[in-house]
């Protein structure tokens, strides 16, 4: 689980990134989930867009996603999302 600090240190970095997976009229199919987890174990942190033709709300699509990649759900803003997994191996951020 994250820290309240975590979490406004990973909002900080995550506001200058772009989303890097995208949810659109598929839902969240197992595509998604799979590019979704081969982006968090290349960066740890990563924004998620869904889509306008999307059928299932932001909210609950982004956080089926946390579920899906066993990745924290750090921040939901309108339609984006940001995402956070911890590589054990080869950590890319510093938490305080």
Same mark, same amino acid.
């Given at each position: 689980?994250?820290?309240?600090?975590?979490?406004?240190?990973?909002?900080?970095?995550?506001?200058?990134?772009?989303? @890097?997976?995208?949810?659109?009229?598929?839902?969240? #199919?197992?595509? &998604?989930?799979?590019?979704?987890?081969?982006? *968090? $174990?290349?960066?740890?942190?990563?924004?998620?867009?869904?889509?306008?033709?999307?059928?299932?709300?932001?909210?609950?699509? @982004?956080?089926?996603?946390?579920?899906?990649?066993? #990745?924290?759900? &750090?921040?939901?803003?309108?339609?984006?999302? *940001? $995402?956070?997994?911890?590589?054990?191996?080869?950590?890319?951020?510093?938490?305080?």
């Amino acid at each position: 689980m994250l820290t309240g600090k975590q979490k406004r240190y990973l909002r900080s970095i995550g506001s200058t990134i772009e989303p @890097i997976v995208q949810i659109g009229k598929g839902g969240v #199919a197992q595509p &998604v989930i799979e590019s979704a987890k081969d982006a *968090l $174990l290349a960066r740890e942190l990563i924004k998620v867009r869904v889509l306008q033709n999307s059928p299932e709300e932001p909210p609950i699509a @982004i956080a089926f996603l946390a579920e899906s990649t066993g #990745a924290e759900l &750090v921040q939901v803003i309108g339609r984006n999302g *940001l $995402l956070y997994k911890r590589n054990q191996e080869k950590p890319k951020l510093e938490l305080p």
